[in-house]
Structures are given as structure tokens and as C-alpha cells.
């Protein structure tokens, strides 16, 4: 299957410092990217929809100044917690979506634990 | 209403059982469907798509039912390696809704 990879796997800081976390299609060109989040024994939530070359498309609830999406080539989509707070520690996962059609389909990077202290 | 709804389980059946989930979506206009298997701290990772016709990967059936709006996942001869939470993913064009997923247990 397609690779996405992602990077860093794990981040622990310090509050208030900002932490960019790197989602990259390897063998091919993603035009649509997700961002989720998932906290211990929930499911994955959807935090936004990062187009590229256009600004992300954000879920109700999440803050697009707090966490801020760049996508800006096809492979390359940056997730950025800015100020991060220990209520932001979770699971972050980004997945890229291939292109074809009705064959679309849905790979995820390795996701990045953030710990905030 | 939820996009896509599982019963999120847990599932505890003992090896070599055969195990069926069910997941109901609202968006009638879906298109692709598929089933994904998450371990605990992992990433999901595809399991198998959703065809209209049903298909079969070795131990494992997907099917399809559009009329009342839900896909089931059958596992047979159930492995400890199962074990995992099994993800309903359900496409309108480009957009995917995930259930919360059901728990699998396996035992030995």
C-alpha cells in the first residue's frame, strides 16, 4: 500500500512551546491530507482537512490559531500546536488521501505522541 | 446523528470463534467504504475495502448492504493476533467519517 510518514513520533515539551509535526507521502502526490487526534481509548477525531495550496478546512471545535496547517506541496502537510498546553497531550495522526476516483482511499503515518509537561 | 455508529464492544470471543461486526452509516450518498484495524498507540491500517458484490480476504468477509445503510466484517477461525479495535470508514466523495471503532479480544 501507499507510505505516509511522520515525523516526530514523539515530542515532549515544556508548556507553552510550539511543536511542528511533519506528515509527507512518499511514492505519491496527496492533494487532500487529514489531521486527527485521538485520546486514550477514543476514537480518532477528525481536527481538519488540509487542502493544498488553500487553507486547511478546520472541524467545529478545533482552533485553526492553535493549531495551525500548512500544505504546501503535494506530498508535505505541517501540523503546528502552537503555545502547547498539557490538555494537549494525545495521539496526533495524519493520514493523506491517493487520488483515483472511486478507488480513493485512506493511509495514515505512524501518528506522534505529544506530551506536554 | 452520528455519520458512521459500531457497537464499540469489547468483542471477547476465544480463539478459532468466529466474530461478526456491524456498522451503520447515515449518508446515503457514500460511495466507498472500507475497514480499518488499529492497535492500541498505533496508526490505522487499512484491513480491506467494502464491495457492493461482498468480497473475501482469506479469514476475513466484508459485505455491503446499501438498502439499510450498514457493512459487517466477518472474521473466522479468530487468532490472538486479532485482537484490535476495528474501524468502519465510510466515503461520501473525499471525505471519510470513522466509527469509534469495536474492541476485539481474543483469548486463548
Known amino acids: 500500500g501507499a507510505v505516509v510518514s511522520q515525523h516526530p513520533s514523539r515530542v515532549i515539551c515544556k508548556s507553552g512551546t510550539s511543536v511542528k509535526i511533519e506528515c509527507r507521502s512518499l511514492d505519491f502526490q496527496a492533494t487532500t491530507m487529514f489531521w486527527y487526534r485521538q485520546f486514550p481509548k477514543q476514537s480518532l477525531m477528525l481536527m481538519a482537512t488540509?487542502?493544498?495550496?488553500?487553507?486547511?478546512?478546520?472541524e467545529q471545535g478545533v482552533e485553526k490559531d492553535k493549531f495551525l496547517i500548512n500544505h504546501a506541496s503535494l506530498t508535505l502537510s505541517t501540523l503546528t500546536v502552537t503555545s502547547a498546553h498539557p490538555e494537549d497531550s494525545s495521539f496526533y495522526i495524519c493520514?493523506?488521501?491517493?487520488?483515483?476516483?472511486?478507488?480513493?482511499?485512506?493511509?495514515f503515518g505512524s501518528g506522534t505522541q505529544l506530551s506536554v509537561l | 446523528r452520528k455519520e458512521v455508529e459500531q457497537d464499540p464492544g469489547p468483542f471477547n470471543v476465544p480463539e478459532g470463534a468466529t466474530v461478526a461486526f456491524n456498522c451503520t452509516y447515515s449518508n446515503s450518498a457514500s460511495q466507498s467504504f472500507f475497514w480499518y484495524r488499529q492497535d492500541c498507540r498505533k496508526e490505522p491500517k487499512l484491513l480491506m475495502s467494502v464491495y457492493s458484490s461482498g468480497n473475501e480476504d482469506g479469514r476475513f468477509t466484508a459485505q455491503l448492504n446499501r438498502a439499510s445503510q450498514y457493512i459487517s466484517l466477518l472474521i473466522r477461525d479468530s487468532k490472538l493476533s486479532d485482537s484490535a479495535t476495528y474501524l468502519c470508514?465510510?466515503?461520501?466523495?473525499?471525505?471519510?467519517?470513522f466509527g469509534s471503532g469495536t474492541k476485539l479480544n481474543v483469548k486463548p
Open positions: 493520514s493523506a488521501q491517493t487520488p483515483g476516483g472511486s478507488n480513493e482511499k485512506l493511509f
Open positions: 470508514v465510510v466515503s461520501p466523495r473525499s471525505k471519510f467519517y
Open positions: 488540509s487542502n493544498e495550496g488553500s487553507k486547511a478546512t478546520y
